[in-house]
């Protein structure tokens, strides 16, 4: 069998990619329920949050002396790391305060950089995360998780596999043209240390 376009690789690609945002989804929905939160800006609760309650330095340096003060695990380093919103990314670009902002090609170690991450403030290692959950309120809310070395765990029960079905001639489909491909997965999510975790919920500018 020749196909130009090979169908079945790239819908394979295709569902272990959902998959992969499905599990990202999964683990989100347990840590981003956590019970320590910081609201930028004036802002008292997710509902009080409003569209000028936008995310800054501050935050970062907040969230880096609640976690000192909790004694939560730093990772190999001293450091702390954080999961931010593309739009949270703009913002922290855009605050004129952020004086402690180091980037990356900045490190004393830069071989040793995350995928996404993008620098670091307020000794937080900032990395860039597109798929994170938003909630609704007032305005939409979203949150940018800070946390230490073991804050939350994933359990593996099985890995992620993609199934494909062989080719095989039926009364419906008497010239086998016709394949199936899925893919399961079994494993947990579970927050293991409240103190190492620190949620910073914000607004974001409208940029689109």
Same mark, same amino acid.
């Given at each position: 069998?020749?196909?130009?376009?090979?169908?079945?690789?790239?819908? *394979? $690609?295709?569902?272990?990619?959902?998959?992969?945002?499905?599990?990202?989804?999964?683990?989100?929905?347990?840590? $981003?329920?956590?019970?320590?939160?910081?609201?930028?800006?004036?802002?008292?609760?997710?509902?009080?949050?409003?569209?000028?309650?936008?995310?800054?330095?501050?935050?970062?340096?907040?969230?880096?002396?609640?976690?000192?003060?909790?004694?939560?695990?730093?990772?190999?380093?001293?450091?702390?790391?954080?999961?931010?919103?593309?739009?949270?990314?703009?913002?922290?670009?855009?605050?004129?305060?952020?004086?402690?902002?180091?980037?990356?090609?900045?490190?004393?170690?830069?071989?040793?950089?995350?995928?996404?991450?993008?620098?670091?403030?307020?000794?937080?290692?900032?990395? $860039?995360?597109?798929?994170?959950?938003?909630?609704?309120?007032?305005?939409?809310?979203?949150?940018?998780?800070?946390?230490?070395?073991?804050?939350?765990?994933?359990?593996?029960?099985?890995?992620?596999?993609?199934?494909?079905?062989?080719?095989? *001639?039926?009364?419906?489909?008497?010239?086998?043209?016709?394949?199936?491909?899925?893919?399961?997965?079994?494993?947990?999510?579970?927050?293991?240390?409240?103190?190492?975790?620190?949620?910073?919920?914000?607004?974001?500018?409208?940029?689109?």
């Amino acid at each position: 069998e020749f196909n130009v376009i090979d169908f079945l690789k790239g819908a *394979a $690609m295709a569902v272990g990619a959902a998959m992969a945002r499905k599990i990202d989804e999964v683990i989100q929905t347990e840590i $981003m329920a956590g019970t320590n939160v910081t609201y930028s800006g004036n802002a008292t609760s997710r509902a009080t949050i409003d569209a000028a309650d936008l995310i800054d330095a501050d935050d970062f340096n907040i969230a880096n002396a609640l976690l000192e003060a909790r004694y939560a695990p730093k990772f190999e380093g001293g450091h702390y790391m954080g999961f931010v919103h593309p739009y949270q990314v703009y913002d922290l670009r855009s605050d004129t305060s952020t004086g402690n902002w180091l980037e990356v090609n900045k490190y004393v170690t830069p071989d040793k950089i995350f995928k996404g991450e993008i620098g670091m403030l307020s000794n937080v290692r900032i990395v $860039m995360a597109p798929f994170i959950q938003t909630f609704s309120s007032t305005v939409t809310v979203y949150p940018a998780l800070v946390f230490g070395k073991g804050a939350y765990g994933v359990a593996d029960f099985q890995s992620l596999r993609t199934y494909v079905t062989p080719a095989v *001639a039926s009364d419906s489909d008497p010239l086998a043209q016709r394949r199936k491909v899925g893919a399961k997965i079994a494993f947990g999510a579970k927050r293991l240390q409240e103190a190492a975790m620190e949620r910073i919920e914000s607004a974001v500018t409208s940029i689109t």
